[in-house]
Nanobody
Framework: QVQLVESGGGLVQAGGSLRLSCVAS????????MGWFRQAPGKEREFVAA???????YYADSVKGRFTISRDNAKNTVYLQMNSLKPEDTAVYYC???????????????WGQGTQVTVSS
């Protein structure tokens, strides 16, 4: 059974930082491309960042220069370091895994349950 479990969300002031983690189990993690998506209330889910199994990265324009995605295959974990947070970054953040490299495409194979990030102004 595949599981993706996110953690690290919380409440932070604008300009602050958070690091999200997503631990994967039940799959061959090093063979999967991993992505982060987010969904704010009343809005559609949107792509945030992705990292290939070879650690190539891809970011949404809205987070470039502020967010960094990374992975540790030994720990089956993907991270999202979020700096210079803005109120508009407030959302539920989801990690996802795919055997296909199409970073902004929402058609990932597996999804986590999400972690809430709230940025106060």
């Amino acid at each position: 059974q595949v599981q993706l479990v996110e953690s690290g969300g919380g409440l932070v002031q604008a300009g602050g930082s958070l690091r999200l983690s997503c631990v994967a189990s039940g799959l061959s993690f090093s063979n999967y491309h991993m992505g982060w998506f987010r969904q704010a209330p009343g809005k559609e889910r949107e792509f945030v960042a992705a990292i290939s199994w070879r650690s190539s990265t891809y970011y949404a324009d809205s987070v470039k220069g502020r967010f960094t995605i990374s992975r540790d295959n030994a720990k089956n974990t993907v991270y999202l370091q979020m700096n210079s947070l803005k109120p508009e970054d407030t959302a539920v953040y989801y990690c996802a895994g795919s055997t296909r490299w199409a970073p902004g495409d929402g058609a990932y194979d597996y999804w986590g349950q999400g972690t809430q990030v709230t940025v106060s102004s």
